[in-house]
């Protein structure tokens, strides 16, 4: 049986391209009004899936995102960069899902699938910043996971080894299969898409899969399985009187080291 | 940022209407639609994917080569032990290409080519310029393989045209001491080895562009005794077979990041393409064309550049308390230098688009060869110009290494000198001012604009119609002058020394009067070519005016 991976990705707005209209009056996005890309790091990780499959031979890629069929922009781009497989996770009842009902739905997703021996995301989303599906869809099928991994060190039958990238330095770790990586925005950039994959799957059209598709229960999806509630949205901007300007001279730097070792910041 | 998406005028000429036919002809009627899986079946199906190809190669020009341009120029090639060695940031520019299939982009599908049209490829080579004109040469040289691709045997096509789709590098080895703009005088030696059974090069090549890439097309004497053009046979050389070494490489001007070598062929083992005694009267004035229309892609590309430096600077640098866009005496050299790119662009694709046509009709091939020098030489000076002005606009600054347009400047004065000087494009122009040929095309422009102005139906992009009307009167009366200056100019035969002190003049009123009608053209289907269309109408009758002037009383 050949090697199997997926990679899960996100179609979100383009934060660097944000024009006037881009909130609405209530503080909330105006998606309408954004242009959508690849989550960054998901393109990341599909590299580095990419990267596993030019060393394993017969290796497939499998790529699964979920949204509106709109989304399916992604999954092209994807198989147009060597990608063999893909397909948009699209039904009004997956609408409104919190992290916990997009796991669930990943995870039901990838179990339909069969044995997958590697599964690959970014770290987070650009929109939400919550770097937490990942780790809880490993959760769910009951997979190891490592997490913050900025490098592909080695990959067989039997395992992987990556360099995770951490606040205090680097860690080289091997696991056994299967296992769910994260991927920072540190790995390497993902490779371009190929004109010839282009133009034949031009007309292709991307597959979509609803609800009833992958076995799920239907309280566990959507707005009805996502236990998350926004009370409020606040935009922060830190004012000025919440700054202090420290001079660069030795005793004004010894007394912020001493503030901040008794607020046990240092 | 994407070079195709952020400059409209591309996908403009993309859609030209006669890409129809362009499309039609390289796609020989679309008889491969069904039987490869990228094949299009319809010229719109066409247009679709050549509009998906260079969203991809804008992208990679905008986010890759761009970027790495500076490193690049700063880095250049490195000689070691026989061998160049890119800077890194071109390596990377190749392999990028590489990987992504948009390399050998012309060739059949058979070899794994993309089989785009010329006009779709100077596209491509127009936006690998704006990014880094050195790298586009580079890139631009796998225009070695059409030459292989329509002289070649069979054997020898396959054998190559896959590898090139693969990213096998290529060079023009032309020049050679005492043999530059004179290509009949060149020396290097060609001798058949019967007990090999191959060609071998003995002697030196010199200004070698790309000089230690993989695959040379070597012009080389295989009749021994000959000392002219017919003595010249076309040689395929693989640089895996050995029997060459780089002896130098130039340390040049500006296109630093282009390796210029000069090369020591030994007994060196290489192939004939095509015919012998044909390599320099037919194979190489075929490429030299297709070169000389790709120098005119790499000009704009420049001019591009230069009017996106000059026009960013002068929105953001202030004095007087206004940006300095805001003065007349920089807006003037603003639009002057985006009226120049527009000109030259639209040129370019109206030549490439006849260079396409050729194919398959014998007055296209007439055309196509009346236009190559006009876009060769209009668009370098253009060039040039455009550098010089993106300095001026940038005063002060503009004189300092931190701004690109110094690399502009620099990377610009080759454009003029390579692939046949200007002087020698005005020489290759002669034929058809002497003939009428390009009267004769600029009748069918003026008829074309009459038609469209006279059937309301003809402007579709909202123009003034009074304005458009007031260029068309001009550009007549400008055309009338050129005839007058012809016969002023040719009063004592068009092999006097007062002809040829002409020629030049000639040459450059009736590439104004040209790009003049070809904005006005463009003008009808999108406006805003109208501003940079009356500029050329004001050159043209400004500038034969003063030439009649001139040589009349002078």
Not at chain 1, 180 to 203: E, F, G, I
Not at chain 2, 116 to 131: D, Q, T
Not at chain 2, 526 to 533: E, G, I, P, T, V
Request: with cysteine; aromatic share 6%; net charge negative.
């Amino acid at each position: 049986m050949s090697f199997r991976i997926v990679v899960l990705a996100k179609q979100v707005p383009d934060t660097h391209n944000v024009g006037a209209d881009a909130m609405n009056a209530d503080g909330t996005v105006n998606r309408s009004a954004l242009p959508v890309v690849f989550n960054p790091e998901d393109l990341k990780a599909l590299e580095m899936a990419l990267q596993v499959k030019d060393r394993m031979p017969g290796a497939t890629v499998t790529v699964i995102t979920m949204g509106p069929p709109r989304a399916g922009e992604i999954i092209k781009d994807a198989l147009n960069r060597g990608a063999d497989d893909g397909f948009v996770l699209s039904d009004a009842r997956f609408a409104g899902a919190d992290t916990l009902a997009t796991s669930y739905a990943l995870s039901q997703a990838i179990r339909q699938m069969g044995r997958v021996d590697l599964i690959f995301g970014g770290r987070q989303a650009i929109d939400g910043d919550t770097a937490q599906v990942g780790p809880q869809v490993a959760e769910k099928l009951d997979m190891p996971q490592i997490t913050y991994a900025e490098e592909l060190l080695d990959v067989d039958a039997g395992g992987i080894s990556v360099r995770r990238r951490l606040e205090r330095g680097i860690e080289c770790v091997k696991a056994k299969l299967p296992v769910l990586v994260t991927v920072t925005s540190a790995a390497a950039d993902c490779r371009y898409p190929n004109a010839h994959r282009m133009l034949r799957r031009a007309k292709d059209e991307v597959r979509m899969v609803n609800a009833d598709g992958i076995g799920a229960d239907m309280d566990r999806l959507g707005l009805k399985g996502s236990p998350t509630k926004v009370k409020q949205i606040v935009n922060v901007v830190l004012s000025h009187k919440e700054s202090v300007v420290i001079e660069p001279t030795e005793a004004a730097l010894g007394e912020l080291s001493a503030t901040l070792i008794k607020a046990h910041i240092l | 940022m994407n070079f195709y998406s952020d400059n409209e005028s591309l996908s403009f000429y993309l859609r030209h209407p006669e890409m129809e036919k362009v499309v039609a002809v390289k796609e020989k009627d679309f008889s491969e639609a069904g039987r490869h899986p990228e094949a299009p079946a319809s010229a719109e199906e066409a247009v679709k994917q050549y509009d998906l190809i260079m969203n991809l190669l804008g992208e990679i020009a905008g986010d890759v080569i761009a970027p790495n341009a500076e490193a690049v120029d700063h880095e250049g090639p490195t000689l070691e032990g026989g061998r160049v060695r890119y800077a890194p940031g071109t390596r990377r520019n190749l392999d990028v290409l590489i990987q992504s299939g948009l390399y050998g982009v012309s060739l059949d599908r058979r070899y794994n080519g993309l089989n785009l049209p010329r006009a779709v490829v100077v596209m491509m080579a127009e936006m690998i310029a704006r990014a880094d004109v050195g790298f586009a040469t580079i890139w631009g040289l796998t225009d070695c393989a059409d030459t292989i691709q329509e002289f070649g045997s069979d054997a020898l096509k396959d054998k190559y045209l896959p590898r090139i789709c693969q990213g096998a590098t290529c060079s023009m080895d032309l020049t050679e001491p005492d043999a530059g703009s004179d290509l009949q005088s060149v020396r290097l030696k060609a001798t058949y080895d019967e007990a090999a059974g191959c060609w071998r090069l003995n002697g030196v090549k010199r200004f070698i562009t790309n000089g230690d890439a993989d695959l040379h097309l070597v012009l080389a004497r295989s009749e021994e005794g000959s000392n002219d053009g017919r003595g010249l046979s076309y040689f395929v050389f693989d640089r895996a077979d050995g029997g060459m070494v780089v002896r130098r490489i130039e340390n040049k001007m500006g296109i630093k990041g282009s390796p210029t070598a000069e090369l020591q062929f030994t007994n060196a083992p290489c192939q004939i393409v095509g015919e012998r005694r044909l390599g320099l009267i037919k194979y190489v004035m075929s490429l030299m064309n297709g070169a000389r229309l790709g120098v005119g892609a790499q000009s704009i590309g420049l001019c591009e550049a230069a009017c996106r430096e000059a026009e960013a600077y002068a929105a953001a640098r202030e004095q007087f308390g206004h940006p300095i866009n805001q003065f007349v005496a920089v807006r003037d050299i603003l639009d002057r230098m985006r009226a120049r790119t527009d000109g030259a662009r639209s040129l370019l694709y109206e030549t490439a688009r006849y260079v396409d046509l050729a194919a398959s009709s014998r007055p296209a091939s007439r055309v196509a060869d009346i236009l190559t020098p006009l876009v060769k030489l209009n668009a370098s000076e253009f060039a040039n110009r455009n550098a010089y002005d993106c300095i001026q606009v940038h005063g002060g600054s503009g004189f300092m290494k931190e701004y690109a347009c110094e690399r502009l400047y620099r990377d610009a004065r080759i454009l003029s000198i390579y692939e046949g000087t200007s002087q020698l494009q005005v020489v290759a122009a002669m034929k058809g001012i002497a003939s009428g040929a390009y009267l004769k095309q600029i009748e069918s422009y003026e008829a074309r604009v009459a038609e469209a102005l006279a059937a309301d139906f003809g402007i579709v992009s909202g123009a003034p119609v009074s304005e458009l009307k007031h260029c068309l009167d001009v550009l007549r009366k400008a055309t009338a002058a050129y005839g007058r200056f012809y016969e002023t100019a040719a009063v004592e035969g068009t092999s006097s020394e007062r002809f040829e002190h002409s020629t030049r003049a000639l040459t450059d009123v009736l590439g104004n009067i040209i790009m003049g009608y070809l904005l006005l053209l463009d003008s009808l289907r999108d406006a805003r070519f109208l501003k940079s269309c009356k500029y050329f109408v004001k050159e043209s009758i400004g500038q034969v005016s003063r030439h009649i002037a001139a040589l009349e009383n002078c």
